[in-house]
């Protein structure tokens, strides 16, 4: 089964809106953090946001928020107030508890915004 | 901002050959990783390296692969022999620690082209 999934290959956005990407996952670990990156075209890995598995109150930062329902093992990522350059691959990703040091990624949404 | 360098930004080698691919992680961090992400795929988990040793390491980091902070600045990873299907983005990163709640910082990363 895959520990993270990314159902949404591409998503279309219009400058100043909203738009949420997908993403869910799967572990039976209590304790993982929730990790969003963005990929832009020139390829460099960015990271926005993270969210514990034991936070109680969804993350933000600036534009950008995840809202995270643990019973349905989510982590969708809210970008509000689209910009152009917000275009880009988005991936969320999860590392497991305290015995492994990996990220596991996943597949990625392809974001583009337009005027 | 402190960050992760790489370099060099793009390598192209022939098959068979050796390459090293180097990576400054952010100064005060303790945890280095290398992961690569083939065209259009998703970013995969190669191998970690904490106090000189590695740390864990996935089924992709075989024999022909090994890392090494030849001081105290670089970390580096050789790819002995290469082979086609090694033709990937190679991300170096870091982090402060090792908890689920430390983020990984990734570096620009090394495009790897082998002919």
């Known amino acids: 089964a895959q520990k993270i999934t990314q159902t949404q290959p591409g998503m279309f956005v219009q400058e100043k809106e909203a738009v949420t990407l997908d993403c869910t996952y799967d572990?039976?670990?209590?304790?993982?953090?929730l990790f969003w990156y963005k990929q832009p075209s020139s390829g460099e890995m960015i990271f926005l946001i993270y969210q514990g598995s034991y936070d109680e109150q969804n993350a933000t930062e600036g534009r950008y928020s995840l809202n995270f329902q643990k019973a349905r093992k989510s982590a969708n990522l809210v970008i509000s107030a689209s910009q152009l350059g917000d275009s880009a691959m988005y991936f969320c990703?999860?590392?497991?508890?305290?015995?492994?040091?990996?990220?596991?990624f996943g597949t990625g949404t392809r974001l583009q915004v337009f005027p | 901002e402190p960050e992760v360098t790489q370099t060099p930004s793009h390598q192209v080698t022939q098959m068979g050959q050796e390459v090293i691919l180097r990576c400054v992680p952010i100064?005060?961090?303790?945890?280095f990783y290398w992961y690569r992400q083939i065209l259009g795929q998703k970013v995969e988990f190669l191998v970690s390296?904490?106090?000189?040793?590695?740390?864990?390491k996935s089924e992709i980091f075989d024999d022909q692969f090994s890392v090494e902070r030849p001081d105290g600045s670089n970390f580096t990873l050789k790819i002995r022999s290469t082979k086609l299907e090694d033709s990937a983005m190679y991300f170096c990163a870091s982090s402060e620690n090792r908890m689920p709640t430390d983020t990984q910082y990734f570096g620009p990363g090394t495009r790897l082209t082998v002919l």
């Open positions: 990703a999860m590392r497991e508890a305290y015995n492994t040091d990996k990220l596991i």
């Open positions: 100064s005060n961090h303790l945890y």
């Open positions: 390296f904490y106090n000189n040793e590695i740390s864990e």
């Open positions: 572990t039976s670990d209590q304790s993982y953090g």
